[in-house]
């Protein structure tokens, strides 16, 4: 519910108000000419701020809940023309550091302590072990209770792999 909370309300909320503050004219991440952000944005972007916070609320707590509205609060402030915190090289920077870094990861924490953690754990574990099976299968084909091992040969070792990293960086970045 978080992963649905943070990219389909709060990231696209930020994405969308910091256009409507911006009004890009010329050429911006990879569009040549971009269509000015319609004024309804900026109502939009409080309804999906509402909204993720009402959700965080009802499905996690309180404290996750205010994580979250400091977030928002200061990823307003970054975007907001009157307080504009990337107009200062530093101060932009380091919102966008904490704020997109540390403070998401703390915030994915709260709110899923253990689950998360433990899925990370073992989506590494399911990319590595493949590469340590590899110099395995010689040996196992001469082993007759490891027929697995023996049809999953070195290739299916590397595919295993490869489909476990391809998860594990989709759902976590």
């Given amino acids: 519910m978080l992963f649905i909370i943070l990219h389909l309300l709060v990231y696209p909320s930020s994405n969308g108000y910091n256009s409507l503050m911006d009004k890009d004219e010329g050429s911006i991440g990879g569009i040549k000419d971009p269509s000015a952000v319609p004024t309804q944005?900026?109502?939009?972007?409080?309804?999906?701020?509402?909204?993720?916070?009402?959700?965080?609320?009802?499905?996690?707590?309180?404290w996750s809940?205010?994580?979250?509205?400091?977030?928002?609060?200061?990823?307003?402030?970054?975007?907001?023309?009157?307080?504009r915190l990337k107009k200062y090289p530093a101060l932009g920077f380091m919102t966008v550091f904490i704020f997109?870094?540390?403070?998401?990861?703390?915030?994915?924490?709260?709110a899923l302590p253990i689950l998360l953690p433990a899925l990370v754990a073992s989506?590494?574990?399911?990319?590595?072990?493949?590469?340590?099976?590899?110099?395995?299968?010689?040996?196992?084909?001469?082993?007759?209770?490891?027929?697995?091992?023996?049809?999953?040969?070195?290739?299916?070792?590397?595919?295993?792999?490869?489909?476990?990293?391809l998860i594990s960086s989709s759902v976590f970045g």
């Fill in 41 to 62: 944005m900026f109502a939009i972007s409080i309804i999906f701020d509402a909204l993720a916070l009402a959700l965080t609320f009802l499905y996690f707590d309180h």
């Fill in 65 to 83: 809940m205010l994580f979250l509205l400091a977030y928002i609060l200061a990823s307003r402030a970054y975007s907001y023309r009157q307080i």
């Fill in 100 to 110: 997109q870094g540390a403070w998401i990861f703390v915030l994915v924490n709260m």
């Fill in 123 to 165: 989506l590494i574990m399911g990319a590595s072990y493949p590469l340590t099976q590899v110099y395995q299968h010689q040996q196992d084909a001469n082993d007759p209770n490891l027929e697995h091992a023996t049809r999953h040969s070195s290739f299916g070792s590397q595919f295993q792999r490869v489909i476990t990293s």
